[in-house]
């Protein structure tokens, strides 16, 4: 069974870089067949797609951060991460890694993380 | 970008009735489109992908329909674990994006 999950500091200080990682279990990140991504939710509100990255190491990014953001993958620790810079208390949120099914089934999500709660505060 | 508009925000239903959400599309995302369930402190989880196709495991009393820009999410009879907020996605085109949400609430 495939897991996915969050890692990284629970509050940052604004200005500074936002750093999650999500490790894979029970499955290769490796996988042709499978992307790999990030996805927030700000406490009380909606979800919002940061961005995904492809085996290849291709990434795809939502435009409203795409100047902030960089994802990136390891291989050798079935990892993969996310970098969000210049954070503000906007970018408090609840933060998903997931996978994407895209070869099979298109760009859905059929497995997230818990998630993690990153605060922005200093 | 493609925006995701659902309706109503919030839906109050008494269990054993019928649940209909609606998810809008800005522009055709042919049928490229996906219903997540969502509770309490809990991610969301995949519902129905394709418009129509129930995920492993997802009873028959969720079914999905609508291709273009017009989708509709239906629970037939709601129980009590169905109470949680609904989103859908398109995955049609890149950005990925997703609705606002409908929760659906006990009347």
């Known amino acids: 069974q495939l897991q996915v999950q969050e890692s990284g500091p629970g509050l940052v200080k604004p200005s500074e870089t936002l750093s999650l990682t999500c490790t894979v279990s029970?499955?290769?990140?490796?996988?042709?067949?499978?992307?790999w991504g990030w996805i927030r939710q700000p406490p009380g509100k909606g979800l919002e797609w940061i961005g995904s990255i492809y085996y290849s190491g291709t990434t795809y990014y939502n435009p409203s951060l795409k100047s902030r953001v960089t994802i990136s993958v390891d291989t050798s620790k079935n990892q993969f991460s996310l970098k969000l810079s210049s954070v503000t208390a906007a970018d408090t949120a609840v933060y998903y890694c997931a996978r994407h099914p895209w070869q099979q089934l298109g760009n859905l999500i059929d497995y997230w993380g818990q998630g993690t709660l990153v605060t922005v505060s200093s | 970008e493609i925006v995701m508009t659902q309706s109503p925000a919030t839906l109050s239903v008494s269990p054993g009735e019928r649940a209909t959400l609606s998810c809008r599309a800005s522009q055709s995302v042919s049928s490229n489109l996906a219903w997540y369930q969502q509770k309490p402190g809990q991610a969301p989880s995949l519902l129905i992908y394709g418009a129509s196709t129930r995920a492993t495991g997802i009873p028959a009393r969720f079914s999905g329909s609508g291709s273009g820009t017009e989708f509709t999410l239906t629970i037939s009879s709601l129980q009590s674990e169905d109470f949680a907020v609904y989103y859908c996605q398109q995955y049609n085109n890149w950005p990925l994006t997703f609705g606002g949400g409908t929760k659906v609430e006990i009347k």
């Open positions: 029970g499955g290769s990140i490796s996988s042709s067949g499978y992307s």
